[in-house]
């Protein structure tokens, strides 16, 4: 019976039935797997709305709040209420267990790195870059190129070495190379953050020009020797001399040539019409499209979005607009700056939620915050040194790009990207504490330290 049950061919009517109901089943299952996988689409969509409207409200609620009652300047203001918030709701996660639980899970819904370095990052630059006086820009232009270059290469170094030092005192066992990826992350300063503090001092116009041109362009430079040291750190054994300067060609040099080309032709479009709806969006597609674009043939996002923004705020802005569309531009683009601006300091915020802090890892931090400074005014008084042989500089130059070198968002999105370890925690843990104390200490203080110097 056995064998007759394997091996006797079945009835045709039985195999034709068997087709048929495998046939039906087999469309019932693709129409439930069509609406699953619709369902989950819209929850997806759902999902990002939300977190959207999440962050959107408390951006605007705690607005309301600094400009009503605390009124720090604006970026400072948000990111210290967030913190407030982001503490209030670790201690009643202590009396109610949902609350953190909820908090840290809409946050992990969040991936920060790509919001940053892939989201928030195109339109944030080319709002910056729209605004820098390019003949004031030119005229800086050895001295920020040096700063932005030879500067972050001593920071990264110098920070790596000491933060290793640091690190083996405390019995933190990172490798060298984690701590040189540490210094490649913290040492470029964020445009972001340096041009919202700038708008609020009043530091003299050639000084302003070089931290503002530092900013905008030593990002895309610490951005290399991070992505370098990152392929050392993963065990790369073909990262030779003619590799690493070939990135930096292919980042920097092809980044530049491509902001400069797409520029040119976003400029050769608005200069045809008089349409100011129609050129804000031809804006908005050389920052989106440009970025994305670069970033697909490898190329230095950041540095061709910057170059796209100073063409469009200097050329574009005189010879290819009318009083009209100038208006109309800068009063949209002022709006992006400011909502992303709010958006990313309530995140940088709220972020302590999900950080694990230890009593080792908060000590390596303060012990790291003034090396890092440290680490800053070498890289700056140094070539800056050698610099006054052939160039006048405003006094105190060297302490206010010291303190004023802020970081940001910018360096959490780094230390975010890397790769889950021991070591990445650490790095982490010590990147906020940095970054937090640049923004609201150096932030808040900065502006007094200008009208000293300038006063002085």
């Not at 931290?211 to 362009?217: R, V």
């Not at 052939?390 to 890397?418: E, N, Q």
Request: glycine share 8%; with cysteine; proline share 4%.
């Amino acid at each position: 019976m056995a064998e007759f049950l394997c091996l006797s061919p079945p009835h045709p009517a039985l195999s034709r039935w068997r087709r048929l109901k495998s046939t039906a089943l087999g469309v019932r299952l693709q129409s439930v797997e069509a609406r699953l996988t619709e369902s989950e689409r819209e929850k997806a969509t759902m999902d990002a709305f939300q977190i959207s409207a999440v962050l959107l409200t408390l951006s605007a609620l705690f607005s309301y709040i600094n400009a009503r009652y605390v009124k720090l300047p604006t970026t400072i203001g948000l990111m210290v209420i967030a913190l407030i918030a982001s503490l209030g709701l670790l201690l009643a996660g202590l009396l109610v267990p949902g609350i953190k639980p909820w908090a840290v899970d809409l946050l992990e819904q969040i991936d920060f790195d790509q919001t940053v370095l892939h989201g928030m990052l195109s339109f944030l630059l080319f709002a910056g870059a729209l605004y820098v006086n390019l003949d004031d820009l030119m005229e800086q232009r050895w001295v920020i190129g040096i700063l932005a270059t030879v500067g972050v290469f001593m920071s990264t170094f110098i920070i790596g070495g000491l933060s290793y030092l640091v690190f083996y005192l405390l019995g933190l066992e990172l490798r060298l190379i984690d701590c040189l990826l540490f210094g490649a992350l913290i040492s470029p300063t964020d445009p972001i953050a340096v041009l919202g503090i700038l708008k609020t001092t009043q530091t003299p116009k050639s000084l302003e020009t070089k931290i503002a041109g530092e900013s905008l362009f030593n990002d895309g430079v610490g951005v290399v020797i991070f992505l370098v040291l990152l392929k050392i750190a993963a065990g790369g054994d073909n990262v030779s001399t003619a590799y690493v300067l070939g990135l930096f060609a292919q980042e920097a040099l092809g980044g530049a040539t491509l902001g400069f080309c797409s520029g040119w032709l976003a400029y050769v479009m608005l200069k045809r019409l008089d349409n100011y709806q129609v050129e804000i969006l031809i804006t908005l597609s050389l920052v989106t499209g440009g970025y994305a674009l670069a970033e697909a043939l490898h190329l230095s996002a950041p540095i061709a979005v910057v170059i796209a923004g100073l063409f469009i705020g200097n050329h574009g802005r005189r010879f290819a607009m009318s009083d009209k569309t100038r208006e109309h531009l800068d009063t949209f683009w002022e709006l992006v700056d400011e909502i992303l601006n709010a958006v990313l300091f309530v995140l940088i915020g709220l972020e302590i939620l999900v950080l694990t802090v230890y009593g080792r890892e908060l000590l390596a931090a303060m012990l790291l915050i003034p090396l890092v400074l440290l680490a800053r005014f070498v890289s700056v008084g140094g070539p800056i040194a050698i610099l006054r042989r052939c160039r006048t500089f405003s006094p105190h130059a060297v302490k206010i790009l010291t303190w004023g070198g802020l970081r940001g968002g910018i360096s959490v999105a780094l230390a975010l990207s890397l790769p889950p370890s021991p070591a990445r925690e650490v790095i982490l843990t010590v990147t906020y504490a940095v970054v937090v104390f640049s923004i609201v200490v150096q932030g808040l203080t900065i502006g007094r330290l200008v009208a000293r110097a300038t006063a002085a």
